[in-house]
């Protein structure tokens, strides 16, 4: 699923085709993108609407038009857009300029929901968090949202209500950034921790951005570089950049978690694995 980064991507590459220009024609050809709103009455109110602006709200694009009305764009799995032709299009927009976009979503879990800008932010503000990378997200607001959490650390950063925009990708590589176990109790961090908590939130959600997300080679956001310098995620069997433990994969909350046992262990008591289970750091 696209998360922070990836979003953050595709919402630029989109601005910077359709800010400032009107509508011209649009056309919604799968009804289960718009459900349970008809998609031809949502293509009817997007016709002849300009777009003034096109934000980012955690895990949302938003579309902001000039009548008022705001269009929410949730990519799911393998939601995007694209500006040529391309196979499983969902829905068409056509501008005055002649562009042509079209919103491309071969497992068709994505969403579009047009609402009131009012309704809109309240709806965004019940679902998110304050951004990560904005000035809200302190180490207090993180503090508060973990307190007496009993659940694992990977788990509770997974809410989008504490790290808006945050996915398992990330949260696996903010992890290691930190050095924190994602299997310890999330409520048992001092602020020590938690600082480093949202440090490593913080550089790994930015490094994703400056790398335009991840490739994870299956089409669906084509082109980004982060993949090449993931720290934990995916890498289990391989060796820890930091100090050359192997990365083990284990479940947290139900989610596949990559991390390392020694830089990230639960407690800083930890002996460090046997030289057979490490490779060599040379």
Known sequence: MPELPEVETERGRLAAVVEGKRIASARIDDARLTRPEDPQLIAGVLTGDRISAVDRRGKYIVVRLESGHVLLVHLRMTGGFRYAPASHERAVLELEDGSR??????RRFGTWLLAEEDEAERLLEVKNGPEP???????????????GRRAPL?????DQRTVAGLGNIYADEALWH?????LRPAGQLDAEKIAALRDGIRKALRLGIRRQGADLGDGAYAGGRMQDEFRAYGRDGEPCDRCGTLIVKTRAGGRGTWYCPFCQAASSSASRPSRSRRHSSV
Request: no cysteine.
């Open 101 to 106: 976009v079209a919103y491309r979503d071969t």
């Open 133 to 147: 990378l904005g000035r809200g997200f302190t180490n207090a607001f993180l503090a508060a949202r973990l307190a």
């Open 154 to 158: 990977k788990a509770a950063v997974l």
């Open 178 to 182: 930190a050095r924190l176990n994602p």
